[in-house]
């Protein structure tokens, strides 16, 4: 059972509004310098920062019914966002995968990105400050939904530090081939997730 005060209510969906606005504005701006550039792994971290905005409507409706239902609805709410927030993993792996091995298969080079660089580095200031403050509201209130997302916020992160390396290395030593190996690498952290994510929502007793 998920116990919590309007205060702490009020947390969360803030919470997940600010996760949908920043990931919806910095998805737009990946993709678009990603396509621009040809970095699989810039747009792939676009992608994500959208599924990561889907995962917090997923939340803010999850925890918007919170007042307007029964205890045996929450707990049906609780499993099918989790559900929801694993297919969205399993989506973006799949595209990721397939155009990073497209992209090492036909040679195809990214262009040196400074902007990108920039993109990841914001990033990886904002998505720890976000994770550590879902996880520790998820994990008080016992919601396995919002520890879900919080990892979503998590796998952000770390994709942050793929992409980083990834158009790093590009810029600075013309290492093209780094930007769809940091893809790949991006595809095993999502895949790995999406499955823990859907195994969390089989237990899940709410």
Known sequence: MIIMNSQVHKKILWLSYFTVGYNILEGILSIIVGLFSGSIALQGFGLDSFVESFSGVIMIWRFGKHKEISKEKEMLIEKKALRLVAYAFFLL?????????????????????????????VSLIIMPILFFMKYRIGNAIKSKSLIADSKQTLICMSLSVAVLMGLGLNYLYGFWQADPIAGLIIVMFIIREGYLTLKEEKLCAC
């Open 93 to 121: 792996s799949f595209y990721i995968f397939y155009e990073s091995v497209r992209k090492l298969y036909l040679h195809e080079a990214p262009d040196p990105n400074l902007l990108g660089i920039i993109i990841a580095i």
